[in-house]
């Protein structure tokens, strides 16, 4: 398994982050859909973005020396399909367990009047500007583009990775 360092930004929310019952890094994102939204094509295209984006397979362990790192996981990314007449969408938001879940829920909820895509992502893998990101990936892939050269590994491992391990010897230097 690769591991990566924390940014200065991560590990301040990974040790602010109450690992038993807060949800006070969490973001979430209510959307209204069209009466006409193909609700199993959109949940395809979800599982795509999910699938491509490897921020969102993101979790957080700490080793032998109490060193906190992070780690692509395989994620089963389940999208929960609700059918109800009345819901109170921040009842479903649960804390998450930054070693043991996945970091976000995603939820397809149709009810006699309306048809929402409701998830939440938390913040230590997320920001306004990934979760506007997100949507407009997922709007994509539902719309028929290939968004799929747009996005890549390297993103994740190189280009952000290298700068935390730099940003880091340059800060603990001896």
Same mark, same amino acid.
């Given at each position: 398994?690769?591991?990566?360092?924390?940014?200065?930004?991560?590990?301040?929310?990974?040790?602010?982050?109450?690992?038993n019952?807060?949800?006070?890094?969490?973001?979430?994102?209510?959307?209204?859909?069209?009466?006409? !939204?193909?609700? &199993? #094509?959109?949940?395809n295209?979800i599982h795509?973005? %999910?699938?491509?984006?490897? +921020?969102? /397979? $993101?979790?957080?362990?700490?080793?032998?020396?109490g060193?906190?790192?992070?780690?692509?996981r395989?994620?089963?990314?389940?999208?929960?399909?609700?059918?109800?007449?009345?819901?109170?969408?921040?009842?479903?938001?649960?804390?998450?367990?930054?070693?043991?879940?996945?970091?976000?829920?995603?939820?397809?909820?149709? !009810?006699?009047? &309306? #048809?929402?895509?409701?998830?939440?992502?938390?913040? %230590?893998?997320?920001?306004? +500007?990934? /979760? $506007?990101?997100?949507l407009?990936?997922i709007?994509?892939?539902?719309?028929?583009?290939?968004?799929?050269?747009?996005?890549?590994?390297?993103?994740?491992?190189?280009?952000?990775?290298?700068?935390?391990?730099?940003?880091?010897?340059?800060?603990?230097?001896?």
């Amino acid at each position: 398994m690769t591991t990566y360092p924390l940014s200065e930004t991560e590990y301040a929310i990974y040790s602010g982050n109450d690992r038993n019952c807060s949800t006070a890094y969490d973001l979430p994102v209510k959307i209204i859909l069209e009466p006409n !939204t193909d609700m &199993e #094509k959109l949940e395809n295209a979800i599982h795509k973005v %999910i699938r491509l984006n490897p +921020a969102l /397979n $993101t979790s957080f362990g700490t080793d032998e020396n109490g060193e906190t790192y992070k780690y692509h996981r395989t994620n089963n990314s389940e999208i929960y399909l609700i059918e109800t007449d009345d819901i109170d969408l921040y009842s479903l938001i649960k804390p998450f367990d930054l070693e043991n879940d996945s970091l976000y829920r995603f939820y397809l909820i149709k !009810t006699e009047s &309306e #048809k929402i895509l409701f998830f939440y992502v938390h913040h %230590i893998i997320s920001d306004l +500007a990934s /979760n $506007t990101v997100l949507l407009s990936q997922i709007h994509s892939i539902y719309s028929g583009e290939d968004i799929e050269k747009d996005i890549s590994e390297e993103d994740f491992s190189l280009e952000g990775n290298v700068y935390v391990s730099y940003a880091r010897e340059l800060l603990y230097k001896k």
